[in-house]
């Protein structure tokens, strides 16, 4: 068994430099009440070793260059291995594509939040970095979970958006068919400052629906405000929900207050409008924000010749992006959700 051989507990230091591996596995103990085990790069794991109630997946750095969250994953991992907190339930963090991060982009080859449950090996294949990290994670997760199947099972997928939102923090709920959602977890988020929530209509290749799909995971995508370089987050804009992820790792019981939808704006997915021609165009501006509503009628874009209208008396939009391969989304449509399950 090592000692600590991260320097100044700066995970994300450690895995920059180590950006497509390292040298082995290792683990090392925390003055005998945590197991640490760093099993790639990106990839730590903290075990209490006291019985525990949680199993939690903290990932961030899907996106490369989406930085607040790997500054708030970092400064956590940071805490449990300086020992200023002390973790009373399992919690893998992920640091999804580091080389990304280094060439400070979305991603290098491909949009790694499309080759989840298995997109990674169809088609080509695995042929590209991403393609296998992509697996690499999932099994990441599945070695997680399966360690321990009575725990309940969390995956907060840490996202910021390329543009500004109406709605600053939101989350996208994975499509759980036969599941009711949990209010619970919403007002969780709710006091992570993430007062918004959309549910969605299908199932996906992101890396929340795999493990909610999967392994039954409270799993969401959360977005945490609008995507900045690294120094140039105001990191006051996300003490709640640091203190928030803090107190989940490091308390056995945390209270949420009851479910109360006054309290946030629950929208659900209308439709996934996906790009079929190369000349996809938006008919709004460049800069418009997340959330902005459109009535019915008007046209959102033109491709091949068609507009496609606004089908409902209003529809909001979020993640409109004309830049994306033929055949992927361009936008979510979205409608107040006024009659979802939430237990
Ligand atoms: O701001 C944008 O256009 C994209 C932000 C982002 O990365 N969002 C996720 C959402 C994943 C989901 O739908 O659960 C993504 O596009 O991968
Ligand atoms: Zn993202």
Redesign the pocket.
Known sequence: MLSNPIKDNDFLAYTLANPDKIDGSFNFILSNHTRVDVLDTGVIVFTPNTPSTKDIVLSSA??GN?TAPIEICNQLIHDLLSEKIIAKQRCLFLIGNPAAIINKT?FIDENM?RLFSGAHSKGEGLRHPERHRAKALEQYVADFYNANSDNQRIHYDL????RASKHEKFAIYPYRPGRAFSGEQIMFLAACGVDTMLFHHEPTTTFSYYSSEQFQADAF?V?LGK?MPFGQNDMSRFIQTHTMLEKLITEIVLEVPAFDAARVNLYKVSRSINKHFDDFEFSFAGDVENFSAFSQGEVLATEGGNAITVEHPQEAIVFPNANVPIGQRTVLCLVPALSEKIE
């Open positions: 899907v996106h989406e979305r939040n996202h910021t958006a390329i995508t977005e995507v």
